[in-house]
């Protein structure tokens, strides 16, 4: 049965160390929440505390009605996927998968019938009487896939289950995983710091840096609307250009100068009610890979503002090229079609979409307008 989880004020101590503070985190029923940041962010720190391997120092922690603050893990009626897959080297497959029931007393019949049906589901029927050490990766993972789908948990917390395979296995199992989240309909909080992953399988996805919720939102609104530089650099393939601008008015238009080149604000941004306290300000211009051409046809834009860039590499990804080119020090991204080619020190000009951009304040950090 699936249950919501709802985090509210709550603080986290670590030898000595505060973590966390007024942390609060809403994860509905049925809801698969991803939660990715930089390496030391909190996001494995995050499951642990709902798992009850961390105990929170204040605010509350509840699954269902429950608040389950002072519950020990076995009764938090949660399953925990790990990394490292965590099996029984010496048990066999279905040993593994139904020693957590075992010691729950479950009639041994109807662990039975859950063990074989979760080996069903995840195509471990065959595996059943073999060891860990006889499975590859992808096997092992299924088979603790299957240890928490025995459970039949309310919240299932899966801590970068995927990052110890290789890519082509990945790719394979998020298919998986996605489609037992479909068949199970039960929450997951999924731990990645693979944002391909995160963008893929997440109802939503918590951006955390420093013990804090960046932000938390769909995937299409994080890539379209961040809310800080840091969500913009961290959301994407590649990341956001950042690039510092100034805005000024000529006449009744804003205009935004960038690096040497002026550019007029879009339409959409030229009555903003926020931005007439940004003119004659700094501020930070963000624009995605694929808002810089080379042509501006690509981008159906007229009239384009020009950047007059230094290639410094062309990266190829087959139906795509990833340009990094040098403009006026700094450095940015373009995606363009894999039939573009370029040389190091090529002399070309990068035509902005600026439909798309996104202005920050430059001391906050924080979005704008977009």
């Not at 074989?116 to 060891?131: F, I, K, M, N, P």
């Not at 289950?161 to 990945?170: E, I, Q, T, V």
């Amino acid at each position: 049965m699936s249950e919501m989880l709802k985090i509210e004020s709550a603080a986290l101590r670590l030898g000595g160390r505060l973590l966390f503070r007024d942390f609060s985190l809403e994860v509905r029923a049925g809801e698969w929440v991803c939660v990715t940041g930089e390496s030391g962010c909190g996001k494995s720190t995050t499951l642990r505390m709902i798992a009850g391997l961390e105990d929170i120092s204040g605010g509350t922690l509840k699954i269902g009605d429950r608040v389950v603050n002072d519950l020990p893990p076995k009764d938090r009626d949660i399953a925990m996927v790990f990394q490292n897959y965590a099996l029984y080297p010496h048990m066999t497959v279905y040993k593994n998968m139904a020693f957590g029931l075992q010691l729950r007393r479950v009639p041994k019949a109807e662990i039975d019938r859950k063990v074989r049906t979760a080996a069903q589901a995840l195509e471990l029927t065959a595996y059943l009487d073999r060891r860990p050490r006889a499975l590859s990766g992808g096997q092992r993972q299924r088979v603790a896939l299957g240890r928490a789908m025995v459970r039949d948990p309310a919240v299932f917390l899966l801590d970068e289950p995927l990052s110890n395979l290789d890519a082509k296995l990945r790719t394979e199992m998020r298919a998986r995983i996605a489609e037992l989240h479909r068949e199970l309909g039960t929450t997951f909080v999924y731990v990645t710091h693979d944002q391909t992953e995160a963008m893929t399988m997440a109802d939503r996805i918590v951006v955390m840096l420093d013990g804090k919720i960046q932000q938390a939102d769909t995937p299409e609104q994080l890539y379209a609307h961040p809310c800080n530089v840091f969500v913009a650099g961290f959301i994407g393939t590649p990341p956001m250009n950042i690039l510092p601008g100034r805005l000024v008015r000529r006449g009744n238009a804003l205009d935004l100068q960038v690096l040497g080149t002026e550019v007029a604000l879009p339409r959409r941004l030229q009555n903003h009610a926020k931005l007439s306290a940004y003119v004659d300000r700094d501020v930070l211009l963000g624009l995605r890979a694929e808002d810089l051409s080379t042509d501006p046809a690509w981008l159906n834009i007229t009239d384009p503002a020009a950047f007059r860039v230094q290639v410094e590499m062309a990266e190829r990804m087959g139906a795509e090229t990833y340009l990094y080119a040098d403009l006026q020090g700094r450095r940015v991204i373009a995606r363009v079609p894999g039939t573009v080619s370029f040389q190091k020190d090529d002399q070309t000009v990068l035509y902005p979409n600026m439909e798309a951009l996104h202005l920050f304040d430059p001391e906050t950090e924080v979005c704008i307008c977009d």
